[in-house]
């Protein structure tokens, strides 16, 4: 897996358009109409619009290459948010990191260069050094990464809590781009980045 490249000369427009999306299935069981709802995803996903505020055809050719080596919505990379609304030193509650295996102990983060965390195992907060060690941005594209002194049970949820940089594992939501239609979203409505799940490779 590999990062959204950043052309630093001409940085994306912030805050970036970010939308959660949930998961519902919802019926009708009476006559009188009552609803019964099921949470299907027990973690929402995002959907990122990009977009710049110009670019020049070379610059957007960078990203597009990039959009080509993905194989459009194939591939999966990381996008690295920034603090959204404005705020900095933005706080995240209970982030996805993976479930347990019974033998892995190295995980990759959905933050770089987090503050102030609390990493749990199915909700119940864990300690540092007894269980595990952080270290800031240690993963293999600039995020953190935590190695575990014992793998995590089968099964375990790992979340994260901090203050920093969101990373989001996505893949982009259209499939079929142009050139040309591919710039013009860059510079007028924004390309979508379809965000999965921080294991999701």
Do not use: H
């Amino acid at each position: 897996m590999t990062a959204f490249p950043e052309i630093t000369s001409v940085p994306f427009i912030n805050p970036v358009v970010e939308q959660l999306q949930f998961k519902t299935l919802i019926t009708n069981f009476d006559d009188l109409g009552r609803e019964q709802r099921k949470q299907k995803n027990l973690y929402p996903k995002r959907v990122i619009t990009l977009k710049f505020e110009w670019l020049t055809k070379t610059q957007a050719q960078v990203l597009y290459q990039f959009y080509i080596d993905r194989a459009g919505a194939f591939n999966v990379f990381k996008f690295f948010l920034p603090s959204p609304r404005g705020v900095q030193n933005y706080s995240y509650v209970k982030e996805y990191v993976g479930t347990g295996d019974g033998a892995t102990r190295i995980y990759s983060l959905p933050s770089r260069a987090a503050a102030a965390y609390t990493v749990y195992i199915d909700a119940v907060a864990q300690s540092s050094p007894s269980d595990y060690s952080f270290s800031v941005l240690g993963g293999p594209d600039g995020e953190d990464k935590i190695t575990f002194v014992d793998p995590v049970d089968t099964g375990g949820r790992i979340t994260f809590s901090f203050t920093g940089q969101l990373k989001v594992v996505c893949r982009f939501k259209d499939d079929m781009l142009s050139f040309e239609s591919f710039f013009d979203k860059l510079v007028n409505t924004g390309v979508q980045l379809q965000g999965l799940l921080n294991d999701d490779a």
